[in-house]
T-cell receptor, first 115, second 115 residues
Framework: AQSVTQPDIHITVSEGASLELRCNYSYGATPYLFWYVQSPGQGLQLLLKYFSGDTLVQGIKGFEAEFKRSQSSFNLRKPSVHWSDAAEYFCAVVRISNSGYALNFGKGTSLLVTP | DSGVTQTPKHLITATGQRVTLRCSPRSGDLSVYWYQQSLDQGLQFLIQYYNGEERAKGNILERFSAQQFPDLHSELNLSSLELGDSALYFC??????????????FGPGTRLTVL
C-alpha cells in the first residue's frame, strides 16, 4: 500500500537558516505526492505537489521539494526560514485502492524556529 | 482561507452521546473528504463523497456515518461516543475531476472533546 514516512518528529532551525524536511514513500510506481502545512489552530494548506515531469517542484511561501526515485524520497526544502514558518508539516501520498483514492499522511514534522 | 467551512469549531460532549459535524465545500467542488486527526493515530482518512454518493472508505468506525446532500454540503455523524473519539475532524473538498491528482482543500476543523 502507498505510504509515507517522516523520520523527524521535531526539527529546530534558526531564523534565516536553510531547512530540509524528510519524506520517504513506499510505492512501486510513480506516486502522487503532496506537502501540506498546518499552523496552530488552522487547517492544512497545500505547499506543493508532484505527479510527474520535472522532479524539482516549486511551491508557495518559497518552498520547494525534489522527487528522487532512487531514494524513494520527496524532501521539502527552503533556503531561508522565517519565524512564521513554525508549524507542523505533513507529507502525503495518494492511496489507490479498490475503494477509490484518498490521502495517506505521514505522522508530521513539527518545525520550531529560533531567533 | 481555503473556502471550506466547518461547524461547529469546538464540540464538547459526554460518552455515549451522538454529534453531527457539518462541512460546506468550496464553491463548485463535488468531492468531500473527512479525516480524523488524533495524537496517537495522526491524520486518518475516513470517507469520501462525490456528488452525493459514497466514493471511498477508509478507517471509519461503524458508529460513524456520513452523507452528502444535494446542495453538496456534508455531515459526519458520530454516535455512541467514546473517550477515544476525541480528535480534530477535518473536512476537505476537491473539484472531483480527478480524485488522484486533484488538490484537496481543507477546512479549519472541528475539535471534538468527549468527556
Amino acid at each position: 500500500a502507498q505510504s509515507v514516512t517522516q523520520p523527524d518528529i521535531h526539527i529546530t532551525v534558526s531564523e534565516g537558516a536553510s531547512l530540509e524536511l524528510r519524506c520517504n514513500y513506499s510505492y512501486g510506481a510513480t506516486p502522487y505526492l503532496f506537502w501540506y502545512v498546518q499552523s496552530p489552530g488552522q487547517g492544512l494548506q497545500l505547499l506543493l505537489k508532484y505527479f510527474s515531469g520535472d522532479t524539482l517542484v516549486q511551491g508557495i511561501k518559497g518552498f520547494e521539494a525534489e522527487f528522487k526515485r532512487s531514494q524513494s524520497s520527496f524532501n521539502l526544502r527552503k533556503p531561508s526560514v522565517h519565524w512564521s514558518d513554525a508549524a507542523e508539516y505533513f507529507c502525503a501520498v495518494v492511496r489507490i485502492s479498490n475503494s477509490g483514492y484518498a490521502l495517506n499522511f505521514g505522522k508530521g514534522t513539527s518545525l520550531l524556529v529560533t531567533p | 482561507d481555503s473556502g471550506v467551512t466547518q461547524t461547529p469549531k469546538h464540540l464538547i460532549t459526554a460518552t455515549g452521546q451522538r454529534v453531527t459535524l457539518r462541512c460546506s465545500p468550496r464553491s463548485g467542488d463535488l468531492s468531500v473528504y473527512w479525516y480524523q486527526q488524533s495524537l496517537d493515530q495522526g491524520l486518518q482518512f475516513l470517507i469520501q463523497y462525490y456528488n452525493g454518493e459514497e466514493r471511498a472508505k477508509g478507517n471509519i468506525l461503524e458508529r460513524f456515518s456520513a452523507q452528502q446532500f444535494p446542495d453538496l454540503h456534508s455531515e459526519l455523524n458520530l454516535s455512541s461516543l467514546e473517550l477515544g473519539d476525541s480528535a480534530l475532524y477535518f473536512c476537505a473538498s476537491s473539484p472531483g475531476t480527478s480524485d488522484s491528482t486533484d488538490t484537496q482543500y481543507f477546512g479549519p476543523g472541528t475539535r471534538l472533546t468527549v468527556l
